[in-house]
């Protein structure tokens, strides 16, 4: 590691504020252009401990940057991972204060909830659904820190992958039920279809970056644990929305899920 656990937790703090005061920053490799990969994860666990001691419940996971058209629209190659909140859960339907954040994005996910505990390294898309419980359509509203989304991989895990809120919600379905490869997605914002997909687009199969996650767990002598709910990555370009709009996701058998901009 490159950077003192004093400056970890600085960056933290100062992230995590712009998050909650929905305030842009330029990134922080700007300042810190040796920081590591082990620097960033830092700086993400300790956004993670801070919340935690203020009583906020970390509800899930999710990997990010895992389809080709996302890793093409940041500019990147390397999928990311991250946390998920209860102040970030969305029900289906509902509304999301646009004035809470600073540039929110909407992207259609498969969502994964999983019955067993899984741990790298080694995990591959076989155990990932040996483990799941049942698969959902979700869409996570994201929302990074970094002015006009511009940052590198190191600065967006620092910035807990941009997160900011999901929702899940239509038909969940057993794994054997649904070829997540070929299953198709069709998001529409205000009445408009505005992307449209494969399940396919995340890695070629979206167990694959549960199973990716897995490893990048593993790795840190962690697991994902029994029943945690996790985002498996936008299947398309994230859309930008505003106040006024709405958005429904259709995935092919498994129903729809939506929410609305205020
Ligand atoms: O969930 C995601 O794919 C987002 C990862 C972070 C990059 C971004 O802000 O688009
Ligand atoms: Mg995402």
Redesign the pocket.
């Known amino acids: 590691m490159k950077l003192d656990q004093a400056t970890i937790a600085r960056l933290a703090e100062y992230l995590e504020t712009c998050e909650l005061e929905a305030r842009d920053t330029p990134k922080i490799t700007d300042e810190y252009p040796d920081m590591d990969w082990d620097d960033a994860y830092a700086i993400q666990d300790s956004i993670r401990a801070r919340k935690i001691a203020r009583g906020t419940r970390i509800v899930g996971l999710?990997?990010?940057?895992?389809?080709f058209a996302?890793m093409k629209?940041?500019g990147?190659e390397t999928p990311?991972f991250?946390f998920i909140t209860d102040y970030g859960s969305i029900p289906d339907g509902g509304e999301v204060k646009v004035s809470e954040l600073i540039h929110p994005?909407i992207?259609p996910?498969i969502a994964f909830v999983m019955k067993r505990a899984l741990k790298g390294p080694g995990c591959h898309i076989g155990a990932v659904l040996a483990a799941t419980d049942f698969v959902i359509p979700g869409m996570?509203v994201?929302?990074?820190r970094y002015r006009d989304?511009k940052?590198d991989l190191k600065s967006?895990i620092a910035?807990n992958?941009?997160?900011a809120r999901f929702v899940v919600g239509g038909l969940p379905q057993a794994v054997s039920e649904v070829d997540l490869r070929t299953v198709g997605i069709v998001m529409e914002k205000n009445g408009e279809p505005v992307a449209f997909g494969a399940g396919a687009a995340v890695l070629g199969h979206p167990a694959a970056a549960i199973a990716a996650l897995a490893n990048h767990l593993g790795a840190r002598g962690e697991e994902i644990p029994a029943g945690a709910l996790i985002?498996s990555?936008?299947i398309t370009e994230?859309v930008a929305v505003q106040a006024g709009d709405s958005v429904t996701l259709r995935v092919q058998g498994m129903g729809s899920v939506s929410i609305r901009f205020k």
């Open positions: 999710k990997a990010g940057l895992t389809s996302k629209q940041m990147v990311v991250g994005k992207e996910e996570e994201i929302d990074s989304f940052f967006v910035d992958t941009s997160s985002l990555g936008g994230a």
